[in-house]
């Protein structure tokens, strides 16, 4: 209340609302929704899902079908303009589909990382399993790249992005590749916890 002579006023001041948490989910056309109607791409539907949790979310879709783990490094400068405070990284599919080096998988991962702690972003890491017809020694050193990255970035691991859904028919569509909307909810309800505790890490 303001006083002026006699006269008094209430005032009321409310407090500025604090804007949404950007979180910036980098990956390839997983992530991007290929063949899914936008509303029903992992990035929307994630966004959702945490606002039902009463999470003040915004959900950046940075992902670019096609893209490998250099080509995620390549473009994160323009996928920081966004100015986020969390990252999900999902990228690497591409990598194991094209039977590329680890070596430079693990690198790849590790920059992205890298940069995006520098900028303050804090990280969780979606890891990929490599497809089985190349042999058990290279899916043994693209599971270990993930492994590795996250224990020298010190962030968490997710360990498969697709857990749930990977060779389900019912949850993917026809190229065997790529979740329907329904293989996406999957994706979604097993990853929420852990998006929630990445979203804690950030200070209101």
């Given at each position: 209340m303001v006083a002026y002579g006699a006269l008094a006023f209430i005032v009321n001041v409310s407090?500025?609302?604090?804007?949404?948490?950007?979180?910036?989910?980098?990956?390839?056309?997983?992530?991007?929704?290929?063949?899914?109607?936008?509303?029903?791409?992992?990035?929307?539907?994630?966004?959702?899902?945490?606002?039902?949790?009463?999470?003040?979310?915004?959900?950046?879709?940075?992902?670019?079908?096609?893209?490998?783990?250099?080509?995620?490094?390549?473009?994160?400068?323009?996928?920081?303009?966004?100015?986020?405070?969390?990252?999900?990284?999902?990228?690497g599919a591409?990598?194991?589909?094209?039977?590329?080096d680890t070596n430079r998988l693990r690198a790849n991962?590790?920059?992205?990382?890298?940069?995006?702690?520098?900028?303050?972003?804090?990280?969780?890491l979606a890891g990929m399993e490599a497809p089985p017809n190349l042999g058990p020694e290279y899916g043994q050193a693209f599971r270990a790249a993930y492994t590795q990255v996250a224990k020298d970035r010190g962030v968490a691991l997710y360990p498969f992005f697709l857990d749930g859904v990977a060779a389900n028919p019912a949850l993917n569509q026809k190229d065997g590749l790529h979740p329907t909307g329904a293989g996406v909810a999957v994706m979604v309800g097993r990853m929420l916890p852990m998006v929630e505790k990445l979203l804690d890490q950030v200070r209101p």
């Open positions: 407090p500025a609302r604090a804007a949404p948490v950007t979180l910036l989910a980098l990956g390839d056309s997983l992530t991007a929704g290929y063949g899914l109607p936008a509303a029903e791409a992992f990035p929307v539907q994630l966004e959702a899902a945490l606002k039902a949790k009463g999470r003040d979310v915004r959900v950046v879709n940075a992902g670019v079908s096609g893209d490998t783990s250099a080509g995620g490094l390549a473009r994160l400068d323009w996928a920081l303009a966004d100015k986020p405070k969390t990252a999900i990284v999902a990228l591409n990598d194991g589909l094209r039977g590329l991962l590790d920059a992205i990382i890298a940069k995006l702690q520098g900028a303050g972003v804090k990280v969780l």
